[in-house]
């Protein structure tokens, strides 16, 4: 194989996938960050006047190029991570974050880049391009560009030991989940589970040549089973199992908490800042820690009314059910049974009017007709699995604006969850309009057989929040890729998905989409209200958990972290990682203790498979959930009064959020399209309903 035939740097806009293998990553992303790394040195090297286009420009152009090489392969390792991607991926992964972390501790290209944000051209700048520069300049600041040499060299080396650490927190997740298997033998123990997933669960003994049902802890298999099982003990088995997962064995990640939290907090100091959500949250909505935990300590004190409710009636439906001691296990269970007695409605009911190809349609004919973007599909043989497929984006002039690949189901490589990721930002430029290209990803109930993908509405509102995200990223009309597209703060990043999801619950939406896969008959009107009836059912005990993971969030990283690294000493090196990873489990079991109706729901938290907070992007930023909610339903405020397919109101949203991306600060691009600042009254409107009595 030659550098020349390697698929990953093919250049072509619609990335190879089916050529790449295992191998082609470690040569392919070497030779792109030496490439890098050349440019970065000529632009050093420079000796004439800095301009915007010989050091801003050029060295926007050579990460955007880099981060386009290096994403199939980020990607591929989400979606088929086989042992030999990984350990390709695992050599490489250093390399690039090492490349990333060099750049702003590079002295010579920060004197280069202070010398033009001198310059009198600098001083000119307005715009997109102004605020790029502030922002370059801040990333450098961020970054430690500042710091003395020794400062320098513990800086990296503390984002490059971080950025193992991570990886490997998630992918002991991964392990651990695929690890464990249950046999059921006795079918009275699956009473209650729905008739599809004690199929998958038969299938998937079969395929093993066991006889039985066999149960595994993806999250399609786990959710039928906590929900609808009648056997209490296979219930507990399985929630156990579920959230017990790397807290001990071989893919233990209590270690892997303390470190990570010890590091995050050593960067924060490192840097200036008081603690690491400081640090996080300046260039956020939010500006600081203290912000984003008095935002979570309002909404915890609004909802505490709504969840004291919510709690008394799982309390009673308990008693009703003969079990003395509502316990973890329990909780879904018990909701499912008093959200069907009370509303007649279960997820499964919906099911059969969510065929995942009339729902993908539906929704493309949504934005079509709001946002004026046409979807089509096109057939291709550049994929990673044959469930893939391929979509164009145009505009209203026929203009292709972007592309996309869709993966929905689970396989056993594949990362859990659903996700939506970039791989080349385009935007205007010179020659014209560059189209953008992403991703999106789920984990959805497969097809069965002859039948079609058949949805829960919690999935339908899944698929259109990814592609809210696609679309923030495919219609970007933002010059600069780094302030383009999804490429924005954390706590906006989430406006334009969630907005997404609210069509959703619309009855001439859902009249769209929502039709019998095999009668097609429409989705009855006495369902629909039934829906909407139960909508609100259980909103403050849901949204007591989003506050307790926000804050808990804010805590650890705020309060706990600081303590670690100012105890660390006291520990052996041996002994350090383990102890005190017992001390972060301790600290979730304190801290969730005031969100919870007892011991055992506050003992069986998630820490140790918190992906979000110790191998994503929401340490510090678990909050930016509800943040970015209370905006979104604040935003279809202004739909619902002007009409929920309204064009004009579409085109608004486009032109002044949808399509700008980072190219100005977030409070002012809501501003533009609300005319006023956000509110939560819409958010607890739709998620609470009106005060209990
Ligand atoms: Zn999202």
Redesign the pocket.
């Known amino acids: 194989m030659t550098l020349a035939t390697n698929p990953l740097l093919s250049g072509d806009f619609r990335i190879p996938f089916n050529r790449i293998r295992p191998e082609h990553v470690e040569t392919g992303v070497i030779q792109a960050l030496k490439e890098a790394q050349a440019e970065v040195d000529q632009l050093t090297a420079e000796t004439s006047q800095p301009t915007w286009e010989n050091t801003i420009g050029r060295l926007e152009a050579i990460g955007a190029r880099l981060s386009e090489q290096i994403a199939p392969s980020t990607h591929l390792v989400t979606v088929s991570e086989t042992s030999e991607l990984r350990q390709a991926y695992n050599v490489v992964l250093p390399e690039i974050s090492a490349f990333w972390t060099s750049l702003p501790l590079n002295a010579s290209l920060w004197k280069r880049v202070k010398s033009y944000a001198e310059s009198e051209q600098a001083g000119q700048l307005v715009g997109v391009e102004k605020r790029h520069l502030q922002k370059t300049l801040q990333d450098f600041i961020r970054s430690g560009a500042d710091l003395a040499e020794d400062e320098k060299k513990e800086l990296m080396a503390l984002k490059i030991e971080l950025a193992q650490l991570e990886q490997k927190f998630s992918e002991n997740v991964l392990d651990a989940t695929a690890e464990y298997e249950l046999t059921v033998t006795n079918e009275a123990r699956l009473s209650g589970v729905p008739e599809a997933m004690r199929k998958r669960a038969e299938e998937k003994a079969r395929e093993k040549g066991i006889a039985g049902w066999l149960l595994t802890l993806d999250y399609p298999s786990v959710e039928p089973i906590i929900k609808y099982c009648d056997d209490r003990d296979l219930r507990r088995e399985i929630h156990t199992a579920f959230v017990s997962r790397c807290r001990n064995g071989t893919f233990d990640n209590r270690p892997l908490l303390a470190r990570i939290l010890r590091l995050r907090d050593r960067i924060a100091d490192l840097l200036g800042y008081k603690d690491f959500p400081d640090y996080v949250l300046e260039d956020r909505m939010a500006k600081n820690g203290e912000n984003a935990m008095s935002f979570e300590r309002d909404l915890v004190e609004r909802t505490r009314p709504f969840w004291t409710r919510d709690s008394e009636e799982l309390h009673e439906a308990a008693t009703q059910l003969g079990i003395d001691k509502l316990s973890p296990w329990d909780s879904a269970y018990l909701a499912e049974k008093l959200r069907k007695e009370r509303y007649n409605i279960d997820d499964e009911d919906l099911r059969p009017y969510f065929p995942l190809p009339q729902v993908l349609e539906g929704m493309f004919e949504i934005v079509r007709m709001t946002f004026g973007f046409s979807v089509v599909e096109l057939d291709i043989k550049e994929v990673w699995h044959p469930d893939v497929k391929y979509y164009q984006i145009l505009d209203e002039s026929g203009e292709k604006v972007g592309a996309f690949y869709t993966d929905w189901f689970p396989r056993k490589e594949k990362r859990q969850g659903a996700?939506?990721n970039h791989f080349i930002t385009g935007g205007p430029r010179n020659e014209g309009f560059a189209p953008h290209l992403g991703v999106i990803c789920g984990n959805f109930t497969p097809p069965d057989g002859n039948e079609p993908a058949l949805l829960t509405h919690r999935e339908v509102q899944t698929i259109f929040?990814?592609f809210?995200?696609l679309l923030h990223h495919c219609t970007s009309r933002v010059e600069i890729p780094s302030r383009a597209g999804i490429n924005v703060a954390w706590d906006w990043?989430?406006l334009p998905?969630?907005l997404m999801e609210n069509w959703t619950w619309e009855k001439e939406a859902l009249h769209l989409f929502a039709r019998h896969y095999k009668t097609g008959d429409a989705l009855p009107d006495q369902l629909y209200e039934r829906m909407i009836a139960a909508r609100h059912f259980m909103g403050g005990w849901a949204q007591m958990r989003q506050l307790s993971l926000g804050t808990v969030d804010l805590e650890l990283h705020g309060k706990l972290a600081p303590q670690l690294r100012a105890n660390a000493a006291k520990y052996s090196e041996e002994e350090l990682d383990l102890v005190q990873g017992d001390l972060v489990m301790e600290f979730g079991r304190e801290s969730f203790q005031s969100f919870v109706i007892g011991p055992s729901f506050a003992e069986l938290h998630i820490l140790a498979v918190f992906t979000h907070l110790f191998s994503g992007g929401y340490a510090a930023a678990y909050y930016s959930?509800l943040w970015s909610e209370v905006l979104d339903a604040d935003v279809f405020t202004r739909f619902r009064q002007e009409g929920i397919f309204n064009r004009d109101t579409g085109r608004s949203y486009v032109n002044s959020i949808l399509s700008r991306g980072d190219s100005a600060e977030p409070g002012a691009l809501f501003k533009e399209f609300m005319g006023r600042d956000p509110n939560p009254t819409a958010l607890l409107d739709r998620n609470l309903g009106p005060q209990p009595a």
């Open positions: 996700w939506m929040h990814e809210g995200h990043v989430e998905s969630q959930y």
